[in-house]
C-alpha cells in the first residue's frame, strides 16, 4: 500500500499548481506573473524590515486606508530611490558603491543602504534671542554627492532656501 503513494508522490514531484482567477491571462503570462512574485515579496518585507511595521489597532476603517497608503507611499519611494540610482549606474557605467559596512563594494544599493548613509546628515539653527544667526548645513561627503549625482538630484536640494 506504501508502494502505491510513494510512486503517486513521484509522479508529482516538483510539481506544483498556479491557480489565478484571472481568465484572460495565457498559461505562459500566469506563470510571468508568479515569477514576478518574489520582487513582491522583497517589497513587503521591506514594510517589516526598513520600515519597522508593527501591529496597529485602527477601529475607523478611513485611518486603516490612510494609514495603507502611507505604506504604499513609502514602498514606492523605495523603489524610485532604487529604480534611480541603479539606472545612473548603468548610465555613468559605475559598476559598484562602497555602501556595505567597511566600504565594500555594493552591485545593487537598496534604499536601506541609501538612507543608511544618508541618515547621519543634519541641519542645524544657531538662535541668538530667538533671532537665527547662523545655518549649519549637513556636511556632504564625496560618496553623497556621487549618490545624488547618479540620481541626478542637485547638492543644491539639501540646501535651505532663502
Excluded at 549637513?138 to 554627492?145: K, N, S
Amino acid at each position: 500500500m506504501k508502494d502505491d503513494v510513494v510512486e503517486a508522490d513521484a509522479r508529482t514531484d516538483g510539481m506544483f499548481p498556479l491557480i489565478t482567477n484571472d481568465r484572460n491571462l495565457s498559461l505562459q503570462q500566469v506563470l510571468e506573473a508568479y515569477k514576478f512574485q518574489p520582487r513582491l515579496e522583497k517589497r513587503h518585507e521591506q514594510l517589516k524590515s526598513v520600515e519597522d511595521l508593527a501591529p496597529v489597532w485602527l477601529k475607523n476603517v478611513s485611518r486603516i486606508e490612510a494609514l495603507l497608503l502611507l505604506y504604499f507611499v513609502a514602498l514606492l519611494v523605495h523603489a524610485l530611490l532604487e529604480r534611480e540610482l541603479r539606472q545612473g549606474m548603468a548610465r555613468e557605467r559605475v559598476e559598484t558603491l562602497p555602501l556595505y559596512p567597511e566600504e565594500r563594494e555594493c552591485r545593487a544599493p537598496s534604499t536601506e543602504r541609501i538612507l543608511d548613509l544618508f541618515a547621519p546628515l543634519q541641519r542645524h539653527r544657531l538662535r541668538q534671542h530667538g533671532k537665527l544667526v547662523q545655518v549649519f548645513e549637513p556636511e556632504l561627503g564625496t560618496l553623497h554627492q556621487k549618490i545624488l549625482s547618479l540620481m541626478r538630484v542637485p547638492v543644491s536640494a539639501f540646501r535651505l532656501r532663502p
